[in-house]
Structures are given as structure tokens and as C-alpha cells.
């Protein structure tokens, strides 16, 4: 099999200009192509094993991509009920304990029935309801308190 012809005016085995009918695209900014017929890469000096750049080769780069993901915080809503958490002290996966402590609507609500009339003894039922006071989550394993609810 033969080789095919050269190209018509071009006897010395170059390739074919560009045509103009497919328009080159243009590279990043400050990038210049080399001149028509000269290697895109420079070539290696004598002397230096790797050439101008060592030991790289070209079209090869090495590239370290930093993935930064946001950090977030949990943050728990203490209610009435008991809630599941990871206890900070402990570092326990556990469902919390709770009980009530005297808060201040257990003072208000006292206050208040006082001065409506009724200061004999009726004043004191808010201290009997736990729908009044203040409720405290702590950590079954550790007994620390990992969270309070404050009714007011």
C-alpha cells in the first residue's frame, strides 16, 4: 500500500493550513499558539533528564482538590418528655431522665393567686403541679445534667 499524496502545494509532508470555515478556538487568557508548524510543548534541553520541568511529565499534573464541608451543630430542644441524645460527658447513646424542680412560673403563678384573694392556701397548688415547674433532663449512665427546660 502506498502512501497517499501530499497535500497540492505542499511538497514538504506539513499539514494542511487551517481552514477557515472551522475557526480555531481561542485558549485562556495570556495563552498564545505556537506558530503554524511549531510543537506545541518546548522541547527538552540537552543536559537535564527531565528537560525544562524536571521530572514532570507533560500533560500530566499533579492536582489536590480540598473538599471543605460546614460544620454543624445538633442543637436540642429539651421539652417535657424525655429525648435521645449522645450524653457530652459520657460520650452514652441514651434516652434522658427527667424530673421537675421549682421554677420561676411556679413563683409567678403563687404570686398571682395571693393577690387575687386566694393567699390561705389555694396559693400553694403550683407548687403541686408539674405543669408550673421547670423541667431537668440529666444522663441515665452519669447522673450529669445534660439539659433543662425553663417554662418561662
Known amino acids: 500500500m502506498a502512501a497517499p499524496p501530499p497535500y497540492p502545494g505542499n511538497e514538504k509532508g506539513m499539514p494542511p493550513p487551517p481552514n477557515p470555515a472551522?475557526?480555531?478556538?481561542q485558549?485562556?487568557?495570556g495563552y498564545s499558539a505556537p506558530p503554524?508548524?511549531?510543537?506545541?510543548?518546548?522541547?527538552?534541553?540537552?543536559g537535564y533528564p527531565g528537560g525544562q520541568y524536571g521530572q514532570q511529565q507533560y500533560g500530566q499534573q499533579g492536582t489536590t482538590v480540598v473538599v471543605s464541608q460546614p460544620a454543624y451543630t445538633?442543637?436540642?430542644h429539651f421539652r417535657e418528655s424525655p429525648?435521645?441524645?449522645?450524653?457530652?460527658?459520657c460520650q452514652a447513646d441514651v434516652v434522658t431522665s427527667t424530673f421537675y424542680e421549682t421554677g420561676t412560673l411556679t413563683w409567678v403563678a403563687c404570686f398571682v393567686i395571693a393577690i387575687v384573694g386566694c393567699w390561705?392556701?389555694?396559693?400553694?397548688?403550683?407548687?403541686?403541679?408539674?405543669?408550673?415547674?421547670?423541667v431537668v433532663h440529666q444522663?441515665?449512665?452519669?447522673?450529669?445534667?445534660?439539659?433543662?427546660y425553663n417554662r418561662m
Open 83 to 89: 429525648v435521645r441524645i449522645k450524653c457530652q460527658f
Open 139 to 148: 444522663c441515665p449512665n452519669c447522673n450529669q445534667q445534660v439539659g433543662r
Open 22 to 25: 472551522y475557526p480555531q478556538q
Open 27 to 29: 485558549g485562556p487568557a
Open 120 to 134: 390561705i392556701g389555694c396559693c400553694l397548688i403550683p407548687f403541686c403541679m408539674d405543669a408550673c415547674k421547670d
Open 36 to 46: 503554524y508548524g511549531q510543537p506545541a510543548y518546548p522541547q527538552q534541553q540537552q
Open 74 to 76: 445538633v442543637v436540642q
